[in-house]
């Protein structure tokens, strides 16, 4: 079945570059997101990206997809303390039914 | 409203009671979503309302589980005999149309924090 991998931690040191790493299962997947979940808050979308396009970029974000490896990235330029949270990576292959992965915390040091 | 509306934000219960859990979605929004969030996992499917259609209710994993949507608006998410491992934060998402449009994207409610003692 579908699977979404990502390592649960990451910390950081504020200023610094994040990279939140993901892989994915299903080469079918055309939709790829990443979701960023604050602490008592439910999951916001930040990013997504086509599954035919090798990066994005907005603002400090900037998304890289390796199809061939099935792996996604996330970096976050420059990162703040109000970045600290859980960063979700799911796909989809329709747009309809998402498969999230276990979610990575970052934790930003002062 | 503003956004997705969950309640209540917090329930305890006792193990075997029954619990009603709400979701108001965002208005105009067709598709409706639960998810369930435990400690450490994902994010595990549960339950799909997109308009009149037939919901996907492939992911509920008993048939202590279910969940109406009444009148295309409104969600409420049941279980029946609660049992401990029903302990975890339930999320509710609604999107614009099938798929959530051309991007799929979701907007989600807080949830709402399950315990079972």
């Known amino acids: 079945g579908e699977d979404v991998e990502q390592s649960l931690f990451l910390s950081v040191r504020e200023g610094d570059s994040s990279v939140i790493n993901c892989t994915y299962t299903d080469s079918s997947s055309t939709y790829l997101y990443w979701y960023k979940q604050e602490p008592g808050a439910g999951l916001q979308l930040l990013t997504y990206i086509f599954s035919n396009m090798d990066m994005k970029q907005d603002q400090r974000l900037t998304v890289l997809l390796n199809k061939k490896d099935k792996h996604l990235s996330l970096r976050i330029a420059d990162t703040q303390t109000g970045d600290s949270a859980i960063y979700f990576c799911a796909e989809s292959i329709d747009g309809q039914n998402f498969v999230f992965g276990p979610g990575t915390r970052l934790s930003v040091l002062p | 409203g503003a956004g997705v509306s969950q309640s209540p934000s917090n329930k305890v219960t006792e193990k075997g009671k029954d619990v009603e859990l709400r979701c108001d979605p965002i208005?105009?929004?067709?598709?409706l979503y639960w998810y369930r969030q435990s400690l450490g996992q994902g994010l595990e499917f549960l339950i799909y309302f997109q308009g009149n259609s037939a919901p996907d209710k492939s992911g509920l994993p008993s048939d202590r589980f279910s969940a109406e949507r009444t009148g295309g608006s409104v969600s409420t998410l049941t279980i029946q005999r609660t049992q401990q491992e029903d302990s975890a934060v339930y999320l509710c998402a609604s999107s614009l149309e099938r798929g959530g449009g051309r991007h799929g994207k979701l907007f989600f409610g807080s949830g709402t924090q399950l315990s079972v003692l």
């Open positions: 208005s105009g929004h067709t598709a």
